[in-house]
């Protein structure tokens, strides 16, 4: 199992160089990048204050000038600018350099865990992403807890009343909360229970109080849970569903296989059949699952929740970075979740054979 371990840890390298690689290339041709959007800026505000936002200074190189209305650039808008105004902008978000050398430069510093600064937000990457990691943390690692909480034990009773009344009905609400969209959802409870029409029962920005240090230790779990409640409700709320009738399935499928009758012949309980039998091999596809449910959960599933609750979490990040083409952002995130899943990944495996010990990866080798 060791060297199973060890070589798919050295596979990450090439996934990840694979992975940065493909989407470096692809977003560097394609348009509309931030020296674009800066030409664009000056082009409204004009040369002169839009270069003393990008330059930080007085009025940038060519900034008194008069623009060269043939001037000729690669960027649209750049048309009867300065080209030496233009240059500036380039150097200045790092784009003075040709693809080749930026993407090696990238993957230097992507090596050593050197993400860089935000191309507008003035602060480091590795920042911006801790301030907003606890917002994340909160709504991916609550919502997957309370969705593998609640859909395997109901899947598994489901698969023993299989055909019962009980099996109709939680399989009609379980349906019923997954065709709801969670921002419907998340709107309805922020008229009804966050002070839209009706009750304020529950806050509605940011996941503590302005006053969160002054409170006591139970005072800031009652605060903390309270500011959680309704995002993470919204989350969970559709996504029963789909691991739900996966462990429902999974469980059907291995009730009615031979080794079951065989237990059953030698007076073994249903329960003791279940559990011990049953549960290690039916849990094996729920598991496999697990990093793709966490990392949607921990990312991009809580985009919507975090815009309709003001919650500032790694979702909102990146949506705002790729609309803003700041790409420090985009390939750190990007390269941060990927590394997460696969190590995350490789997680499931070793679970593989910790859950059944049958299962034997250096020997599939």
Not at 200 to 215: A, M, Q
Request: charged share 15%.
């Amino acid at each position: 199992m060791a060297a199973y371990i060890l070589r798919r840890l050295l596979l990450i390298i090439p996934t990840l160089w694979a992975i940065i690689t493909i989407n470096f290339f692809i977003i560097q041709i394609a348009p509309g990048g931030p020296v674009d959007q800066a030409i664009a800026d000056m082009q409204d505000l004009g040369s002169g204050g839009a270069m003393q936002r990008i330059s930080g200074g007085g009025p940038g190189p060519g900034g008194d000038r008069p623009r060269q209305a043939g001037s000729s650039s690669a960027y649209r808008g750049a048309r009867g600018l300065d080209p030496e105004v233009i240059a500036e902008i380039e150097k200045r978000y790092g784009f003075d350099k040709p693809i080749g050398i930026r993407y090696l430069r990238l993957l230097k510093n992507y090596a050593t865990f050197n993400f860089g600064d935000s191309l507008f937000r003035g602060r480091s990457v590795l920042a911006l992403i801790a301030e907003r990691l606890p917002v994340s943390i909160s709504l991916g690692l609550w919502s997957t807890l309370i969705i593998y909480a609640v859909s395997i034990p109901l899947g598994i009773r489901k698969a023993v009343k299989n055909g019962s009344r009980f099996d109709l009905w939680t399989s009609t609400a379980v349906i019923l909360g997954n065709a709801i969209p969670s921002f419907l959802f998340a709107v309805l409870l922020v008229v009804f229970f966050a002070g839209g029409s009706y009750f304020k029962i529950f806050p509605l920005r940011g996941i503590v109080s302005v006053n969160f240090s002054e409170l006591s230790l139970p005072a800031k779990l009652l605060d903390y849970f309270r500011h959680l409640a309704l995002p993470i409700l919204c989350i969970v709320i559709g996504g029963f569903a789909t691991l739900t009738m996966l462990t429902k399935n999974s469980f059907l499928e291995e009730i009615h296989k031979q080794y079951v009758t065989t237990a059953r012949s030698k007076g073994l309980t249903e329960k003791k059949i279940l559990m011990k039998h049953v549960f290690r091999n039916a849990m094996l596809i729920v598991i496999a699952g697990f990093p793709a449910v966490f990392i949607s959960m921990f990312f991009t599933g809580s985009l919507m929740i975090e815009v309709i609750f003001s919650l500032e979490g790694l979702g909102l990040l990146g949506f705002e970075s790729i609309m803003q083409r700041d790409y420090p952002v985009i390939f750190s995130t990007l390269y941060i979740f990927t590394l997460l899943g696969l190590l995350l990944s490789l997680l499931s495996d070793i679970m593989y054979t910790v859950i059944d010990p049958r299962i034997d990866f250096e020997g599939r080798q």
